[in-house]
């Protein structure tokens, strides 16, 4: 199992075992695989996880007067999408979850 396959499956775990909203459930599983990069993935899922990857993050984080970072992009993100943007990236999570372990078999 790959580093990418691993990270993903924890955070799909916890996506699916958890009782908290699905706001909470998508920032826990970005912080599951926020240490992915596209070099984690075989060439033909870098854009899926590209796609991910820039859809969690397109609002930077929220700065206070000290420079700190009570919020960051990820969460601004999430606070940000629609129940319907929520729920079609947790979809597409598993999506590439699915797809990265129908490679790993073939290989």
Excluded at 26 to 31: E, I, K
Excluded at 82 to 92: E, F, G, M, R, V
């Amino acid at each position: 199992m790959s580093y990418a396959s691993e990270k993903l499956g924890s955070a799909i775990e916890g996506m699916v075992s958890s009782h908290e909203s699905l706001k909470e459930r998508l920032l826990g599983a970005f912080f599951t695989f926020h240490t992915l990069s596209e070099k984690d993935f075989p060439e033909e899922l870098k854009l899926y996880w590209k796609s991910i990857r820039e859809r969690l993050t397109k609002y930077g984080a929220i700065l206070d007067d000290q420079g700190n970072v009570p919020v960051g992009s990820a969460e601004n993100t999430i606070n940000n999408m629609s129940k319907i943007d929520q729920s079609t990236l947790a979809i597409d999570i598993v999506g590439l979850y699915i797809q990265l372990s129908q490679l790993s078999n073939v290989s």
